[in-house]
Structure formats: structure tokens, C-alpha cells
């Protein structure tokens, strides 16, 4: 299917000026590497007997790497923006090979993965590739894609001699992508799994079901599935689930689902209403949800402690992740302290309150996922609204505002930053409320300049607290997104985020925070190579900004 795809995009004819002493051959390479060295000539890629080669042959994420890249190098040809009028330039040497080097074939991956990197192009023979593990090599074998350029009928490095010496500022660098609100077919999906690869992003939050559709296989509930998806073509089979987790690790990259529970539940309820509160609740939906339709798990109620354990015993089954989301966002407490079947176990309990149900509920499905084997993953709402104390091998993820973060790692939690004010890219596009004029809740549009300037670290200074900030994710929850929206709703923002996330915003040489305006022309670049890899990701600037950069910077940034 990659094949089918690259060989359809692989050229691109991108317009754009930039003096070429402004711009050394690792400009080309997104995100900026964590260390680099360049020289002054440029070296051609053999490309009528270029190969890859590796000295193992029983990796098969290193061996598929390998196929992908190949083909890649020997079809693409990228001319960057900053090419524009370039002309011809004189090359000295050829690359006739690289060489893949990795110390194991251990192939899980986690948050523990080893994705660093070592990669030497001389002036004249073999590129060298070095990798602790073939999570690492994959990354490198990236790095050195993007190094290649077409000029004047060739591909070339510039600046040679180089070497780059890699590795990631933070273990997770995530995107959520949500699937229930609107869906998404298994090639979308693989699609955003290449566009992460391009960018070193390793987690896809997989946010599947959610209160509006439930379109994944339940081989131990089928009716939820037959009740709850939106057709029977908008549905993801066990196979399916497969070849997606097949497919993002031979590119690095781990999927983590999450079941949202107990709210954003209403799906539920159309095959068991028996074990929900407050369901669908109209026309007043909005004191019981903050969206319709409303429905939350009935937390006092056995039954439904059982079945949100059969899904985490089902599901834990089919993701082989360590990571197991349970959500615990945007609960509802009116819904359920106006739920007879709640008042009477709270009045038939004294010294019980809804409150203590919930941290309840919280400690029953911990519990389970710690039975399963699983790291559990929750939203930030239970520990910091209801004083829910986990252990901490309990993994939150801050979404409400940027100091969440520091409030959670002060509580001695491993964190990954989303706050909603930087990270969200659904948000800005209005309500999608059908008669409602007002903006919606997360307005307004994150810009790219927006994510790029965010710290995750920022405000916590103790060295111990920034090692819990394990890193961030990105949301795309899809209300007003689908297949046809997506690549341009997350590139190349998430691009911006993958470079924070990667290499942090100081460049690696001065320790100064980076140019923003440099950083532009650059994720220029970059935009561009994704389209020609058959991402469509959005323009960020006009052509003619492209061309004349330092004439489209804002004048109280430039003074």
C-alpha cells in the first residue's frame, strides 16, 4: 500500500528563493537533529546501483525499513523550495552505498525504546548508519532520506562531510486521533502512520470509541458494535486492528487505544441502557454532559464495573501496547447524583458520596489493568477534581491547562503534556452545535507558531520532576474532522510539535531558543516533502512569502 502511494507522489516542483550559504544541508532534515556537523561539498547518490544494506538479516521492522527506504530513495526526487533558481550545482564523489548497523534485533517497543542514532555520509564511498536498536535505525534511516535533494537532473547531499549523532528529548511524542465522533478507514490511518514516520513521532493514541459511535469489534459484546457503529462498513475487525499495529511498528511507532470511561459512555447505553445514567437527556442535555449525547456509566451499579471489565480484558488482548488509556475526562456529576439507582446505594451507605464512588471506580479499573499486565494511562480529572490517589505507575495526561503539568508531576506523576490551549488542532473552526452562533469550547485555531513556542517543562526546574514529563501528544478529536480533513487539520502541525518534542526548541549548538522566522522556512521544507510523499498537509505561507522569507516577518518581530 506505501508503494502504491509513494510512486504516485514522489515529485514535487516547489518554488522557492534562499541564499544556499544561509542554508546547511541539515536544514533539510525535520526534526532538527540533537547534534550535527557539516562540510562544504556536495556528494551524488549512485543512483543506478545505490543499496542499502544492513548486517543482520532477522529483523523484520530493520528489513522492511529497509525495502521502504530503498524504493524511496531510488523514486523520489524532492526539490526543495530553497532551490528556487539554484541552478546546477557542482558535486564531488559519489555515495554508492549505506551501511545499516544495529547492536540487537530486539524489536519491542516502549517507552523504554532506544531510538538513537548515529549516521556518517563522507565525500566519497559508504554512508555509515549506526543504531543501538532498529527503532534507531528506522529514525536514521529517515534523517538520511531527507538529506538527499534533487538538483539538475541528480540527487545529491550537500555539504558533505556530515555526521549527526541523534536521539529524542522525550519517549512520548504522540498524536490522538479520535475515530467515534467521525470515522476514519484503515488506509487514513495508515496514511497518518507514514506522515508520523517523516516527522519521528512514536505514539498514535488511538481514541476509538467515544459517547457517539463504537466502531471497533467486540467479539465478547458484538451488540455493541452491531448497535453502535455508525454502518457496517464504518467498523474495524480484529484484522484490522492488526494490520494497523503491524504497520506502525516497522515504522517505530506504538499504538496505545483508549476506552473512554465512565463518561462519554452514551453509546453503551444503546445496547445495555441497564448499566447508564443520565441517558441522552433532551433538550437540557448540557447539565448532564458537555456534549450531547449524554450517558455516563452508572458507577453504583455491578454490572457496569463487569462489563468496563471485559472490555479492558478483551481489548488488552487485541492491543499488545503496554499502554491502556481509560480516559476519566469530562465527567458529569449532576448525572449521576440525579440517578435514583445512585441516590439510594449512597443513602444506603453511610459515609458514601458520588465522590467517593468515583475514586472508587478509578481503583477498581487501575486495579484491573495492573492484573492485565498494562501501564494505565488517565486523563488528569480524577487526581485533580476528586482527589483520586493511583500508584504511580499510573501514567496522566494533562489537557485542561499548561500548569497542569507541574501540578501532576508535584504529585509524583509521570505526565504527557496536552493542554488544550497549545495542542488541541480540532479547535477553531466554530461551533459545531447545529443552532448555536457562538464559537466552541477550545476556540481558538492552534497555529503552528502556537505549538512550536510551548515548553512542557516550563515552570518546573527540579531535575527529578522534568524526567516525570515523559513528553506530549497532539488531539484530533473529529467532531468537525474526517478522512477527507485530516492531513491538512494535523500537517504540518504536528510537525512543529514533533520537533519540540524531538529536539526541544534550543538549537543544539548555541543553547538559544531557536528563530522562530528560520524555524518557518524550514517547516516550509518539510510541508513540502510531505506532499510529496502524498501527505496533504497545508500550506503555511503564500508562494510568494516561500520565496522572499525576510520580507514576511512581522515588523515588531523583526525590530
Not at 499504538?255 to 453503551?268: D, K, L
Not at 443513602?347 to 494505565?376: C, N, Y
Not at 488542532?425 to 457562538?438: P, T
Request: net charge negative.
Amino acid at each position: 500500500m506505501w508503494l502504491n502511494r509513494a510512486s504516485n507522489a514522489l515529485t514535487v516542483t516547489a518554488a522557492a528563493a534562499l541564499f544556499i550559504a544561509l542554508a546547511p544541508s541539515v536544514q533539510a532534515v525535520w526534526p532538527m537533529p540533537s547534534e550535527y556537523h557539516d562540510g562544504k561539498i556536495g556528494v551524488e547518490i549512485k543512483r543506478s546501483d545505490f543499496i542499502i544494506k544492513s548486517n543482520v538479516i532477522s529483523s523484520s521492522v530493520l528489513n522492511a525499513a529497509i525495502e521502504r527506504y530503498q524504493y524511496l530513495i531510488e523514486h523520489e526526487f524532492f526539490d526543495s523550495p530553497y532551490n528556487f533558481n539554484e541552478g546546477a550545482l557542482k558535486t564531488s564523489g559519489y555515495i554508492y552505498s549505506l551501511q545499516v548497523d544495529v547492536q540487537t534485533t530486539q524489536d519491542v517497543l516502549d517507552l523504554e525504546t532506544d531510538e538513537s542514532y548515529t549516521l556518517e555520509v563522507p565525500i566519497e564511498g559508504k554512508a555509515t548508519l549506526s543504531a543501538k536498536t532498529p527503532f534507531g535505525a528506522v529514525r536514521g534511516l529517515e534523517t538520511f532520506s531527507q538529506l538527499i535533494v534533487a538538483n539538475s537532473g541528480q540527487k545529491i547531499i550537500k555539504n558533505a562531510p556530515i555526521r549527526i549523532v541523534d536521539a529524542p528529548k522525550f519517549t512520548h511524542r504522540g498524536i490522538l486521533l479520535d475515530t467515534s465522533r467521525n470515522f476514519y478507514h484503515v488506509d487514513s490511518i495508515l496514511r497518518t502512520l507514514d506522515a508520523m514516520s517523516y516527522n519521528k513521532l512514536n505514539v498514535l493514541h488511538w481514541h476509538v470509541v467515544d459517547a457517539f459511535s463504537w466502531p471497533i469489534e467486540s467479539k465478547v459484546h458484538p451488540e455493541l458494535t452491531e448497535k453502535g457503529a455508525y454502518s457496517m462498513d464504518m467498523r474495524y475487525s480484529y484484522q484490522d486492528v492488526k494490520k494497523i499495529i503491524k504497520y506502525a511498528k516497522n515504522r517505530a511507532i506504538r499504538i496505545m487505544p483508549e476506552f473512554n470511561m465512565p463518561a462519554n459512555t452514551f453509546v453503551i447505553g444503546e445496547a445495555h441502557p441497564e448499566i447508564m445514567s443520565c441517558l441522552n437527556k433532551q433538550p437540557n442535555w448540557d447539565k448532564y454532559a458537555v456534549e450531547p449525547p449524554s450517558g455516563q456509566l452508572n458507577i453504583a451499579d455491578p454490572r457496569a464495573v463487569s462489563f468496563a471489565f471485559d472490555v479492558i480484558t478483551e481489548y488488552s488482548r487485541l492491543f499488545i501496547d503496554l499502554g491502556f488509556h481509560i480516559g476519566g475526562n469530562s465527567i458529569n456529576m449532576d448525572c449521576w447524583k440525579e440517578d435514583p439507582v445512585i441516590e439510594l446505594y449512597v443513602r444506603d451507605h453511610p459515609g458514601e458520596s458520588v465522590e467517593s464512588l468515583a475514586v472508587g471506580w478509578f481503583t477498581q479499573m487501575v486495579g484491573k489493568l495492573a492484573d492485565v499486565g498494562k501501564i494505565p494511562f488517565l486523563y488528569e480529572d480524577p487526581v485533580l477534581n476528586f482527589n483520586y490517589t493511583s500508584k504511580n505507575t499510573t501514567i496522566m495526561q494533562a489537557w485542561v491547562g499548561e500548569d497542569s503539568v507541574s501540578k501532576l508531576v508535584d504529585k509524583g506523576y509521570r505526565v504527557i503534556a496536552s493542554p488544550r490551549n497549545r495542542y488541541y488542532l480540532d479547535c477553531g473552526h466554530g461551533s459545531w452545535l447545529s443552532k448555536f452562533e457562538g464559537s466552541s469550547w477550545c476556540d481558538s485555531y492552534k497555529g503552528w507558531q502556537q505549538i512550536y513556542s510551548y515548553d512542557p517543562l516550563a515552570n518546573i526546574t527540579e531535575p527529578e520532576k522534568q524526567k516525570l514529563v515523559l513528553g506530549g501528544e497532539v488531539a484530533l478529536f473529529s467532531a468537525q474532522s474526517d478522512e477527507t480533513t485530516v492531513d491538512r487539520y494535523l500537517w504540518p502541525r504536528a510537525s512543529a510539535f514533533a520537533e519540540i518534542m524531538w529536539s526541544g526548541n534550543f538549537d543544539p549548538i548555541t543553547n538559544a531558543t531557536r528563530d522562530v522566522a528560520k524555524v518557518a522556512s524550514r517547516l516550509t521544507d518539510q510541508r513540502f516533502r510531505m506532499v510529496a510523499r502524498g501527505i496533504m498537509a497545508e500550506p503555511l505561507q503564500p508562494l510568494w512569502c516561500i520565496r522572499h522569507p525576510e520580507a514576511c516577518v512581522h515588523p515588531t518581530v523583526a525590530s
